[in-house]
């Protein structure tokens, strides 16, 4: 990816996180399949550790409920 593009969908896929937005979800947002998006989780750094938060963030709503 062009640099530019790649930071864009970063962005993009934090601001999603931080609405609670699922794979799934983010997946359709940026127009990919999920399998695509699990196949950058495992070759991006950066999107794994975004994705990670997420699952922290939804695991600590989880215990203050």
Do not use: A, H
């Amino acid at each position: 990816f062009p640099v530019t593009i790649f930071k864009k969908m970063l962005k993009t896929i934090k601001e999603l996180v931080v609405l609670g937005s699922s794979n799934e979800v983010i997946s359709e947002i940026l127009g990919i399949s999920e399998s695509t998006l699990y196949e950058w989780i495992k070759k991006y750094d950066e999107v794994r550790k975004i994705l990670s938060s997420e699952n922290e963030l939804y695991d600590s709503k989880v215990v203050q409920s």
